[in-house]
């Protein structure tokens, strides 16, 4: 095959995408089996999302921020575990990307974070951006897992295939954790919100 610098740029640019996917789907290949080893017996929600905040962050070089925000109730988010740079400490439902995963229950890929006025910048490297709501039982999001990325269009239906999955495997501690955010319906001591 021809070298990339001797290929028009649309067949270039073309090859470079299915080698990135290639790339990135042999990276959750290789990530991917070690987290669900060291979190398949684990009973506490904190450190499993703890877990996989660190592992994937550092698999994924271009990645600058990875955590979780925790809805604590009807309103916020709180920041919970994560890697990379100072996260915003606490998220309106009404405001951001994480914002807009709760309200509308569905996983969000953000290509250009530039381009959505109610972005709300932590960092200003931040130009793509991914987030994936842990759904109760009952249909309330309970937690958002946060990816931001470096590089516009970072995310794709690789990552949200991957990281769906993972999302679904700790989904069950929720029932465990003592601090969490109920659903309504669900019994409880105090409140409907985590403390």
């Not at 996989?52 to 575990?81: M, Q």
């Amino acid at each position: 095959m021809a070298p990339f610098s001797k290929l028009s740029p649309r067949t270039s640019a073309w090859l470079s995408k299915i080698m990135n996917e290639k790339e990135k789907e042999e990276t959750y290949g290789r990530i991917i089996p070690p987290i669900v080893e060291m979190i398949k017996d684990e009973k506490d929600l904190i450190t499993a999302m703890s877990t996989i905040s660190c592992e994937l962050y550092h698999a994924f070089e271009h990645w600058n921020w990875v955590g979780f925000y925790r809805r604590v109730d009807e309103r916020t988010l709180k920041v919970g575990p994560y890697q990379g740079g100072h996260g915003c400490l606490t998220i309106d439902v009404d405001r951001g990307v994480c914002g807009a995963c709760v309200r509308e229950k569905s996983i969000l890929m953000i290509s250009d974070v530039s381009k959505v006025e109610s972005h709300i910048a932590c960092s200003p490297e931040t130009k793509s951006e991914m987030v994936l709501p842990i759904i109760g039982n009952m249909g309330t999001v309970l937690a958002v897992f946060d990816l931001d990325s470096t590089e516009i269009g970072a995310f794709d239906a690789t990552d949200k295939e991957f990281l769906s999955g993972l999302v679904d495997w700790i989904r069950p501690l929720y029932d465990q954790f003592p601090g969490r955010f109920l659903e309504v319906g669900q019994s409880g001591k105090g409140s409907n919100f985590a403390i």
